[in-house]
């Protein structure tokens, strides 16, 4: 039996290393930004990134820790690998990011939470609302807006200009089961497939951005004002956040994750809150309520506050011995309308 050839060697590989960093502020979701230090180019946001240096850093989260430290002056706490983007393609712009032109970029992204937002002591760092970058995957006050108006009618367009009616139907297919159309319900978990789709169709800005900069034709479809479809950011890193937010979403029901992000003590109305901006609709409050009790993942304090504006609420804590019995179960989450129906 002959040998198995050898695998070919790859030259001008560099691996990057990126950071979703997450907290809910209030009814806020965030994630943690830096301005992109690109030379001759608007700065638009980043997520936190920097390149491997095997001769310097031991482990990948070492590098991705070393690197967060480094631009935004966070200490990370729990942390998780995400996903390794790798596909050919993704490097233009990113290549410069790593330093080197004309290198293959592979990015391991890193998913982090944390209660609350940390002070950050750089101008070049912010908290941003992950939904300015995704208004449409809001749904706490009803279909977004700019999904009926703007987002709807291009994807229709881009279904319609297949070449062939099988490609035509399978456009629409898509659009059905990635958006909750044509009777399949909206699943929240599915934040990357609505990105990737939208960029296929060339509705957002980082589609024409990156196919100009690799000089291939404009993509096929019609795109809105620049804006109008949430904010760009550099490379591939909103494909990468839309990763990180349908990672998350998904791991609540099945991981008690959510705790994480919850300080020493809070209400059942705070958790409830905090789990909504997450995954962008309503619950039931009695549901919500009742499930998280039975739970096992929560405990009263004997303490209340007032702070919530009405009468005084009870504070509860994380459980931690039902937390650790129950790590491989999350919470119900019961809605108080689906999105879509």
């Not at 760009?232 to 990468?240: A, F, G, T, V």
């Not at 499930?291 to 929560?298: A, I, L, N, Q, Y």
């Amino acid at each position: 039996m002959e040998n198995a050839p050898s695998p070919p060697l790859i030259s001008n590989v560099a691996i990057a290393l990126n950071a979703v960093i997450a907290v809910v502020d209030g009814d806020h979701p965030e994630v943690l930004c830096v301005r992109a230090p690109l030379e001759g180019e608007k700065r638009d946001l980043a997520l936190p990134y920097g390149p491997f240096d095997p001769e310097r850093h031991r482990t990948f989260e070492i590098g991705m820790r070393e690197w967060v430290e480094r631009q935004t002056q966070v200490t990370l706490g729990y942390v998780e690998q995400l996903y390794t983007f790798g596909d050919k393609g993704r490097e233009a712009p990113a290549a410069a990011l790593a330093g080197g032109k004309g290198e293959r970029v592979v990015s391991v992204g890193y998913l982090a939470l944390a209660p609350s937002p940390a002070e950050l002591l750089t101008a070049d760092a912010l908290w941003a609302d992950w939904y300015s970058y995704f208004p449409w995957e809001d749904w706490r006050g009803g279909e977004p807006p700019i999904l009926r108006d703007r987002i709807m009618p291009a994807l229709d367009i881009w279904a319609r200009r297949g070449k062939t009616a099988d490609v035509r139907e399978a456009r629409k297919m898509r659009v059905n089961l990635s958006f909750g159309c044509g009777g399949f319900g909206w699943e929240e978990e599915r934040t990357l497939d609505r990105y990737e789709l939208m960029y296929e169709a060339g509705i957002v800005i980082e589609a024409w951005r990156d196919r100009e900069t690799a000089g291939l034709e404009p993509p096929q479809g019609d795109i809105p004002g620049k804006g109008d479809v949430g904010v760009p950011m550099i490379s591939d890193h909103r494909r990468i956040l839309a990763t990180a937010i349908g990672r998350l979403r998904g791991k609540l029901k099945y991981r008690p994750v959510i705790f994480e992000m919850m300080g020493t003590s809070f209400t059942l109305l705070q958790l409830q809150r905090t789990v909504e901006a997450i995954v962008g609709f309503e619950f039931h409050k009695q549901n919500f309520r009742r499930s998280v009790e039975k739970s096992g993942f929560v405990e009263p304090t004997g303490e209340s506050t007032g702070e919530t504006g009405g009468r005084p609420a009870a504070l509860f804590r994380v459980d931690r011995a039902g937390l650790k019995d129950r790590a491989a179960a999350g919470l119900a989450i019961p809605r108080l309308r689906r999105p879509g129906d």
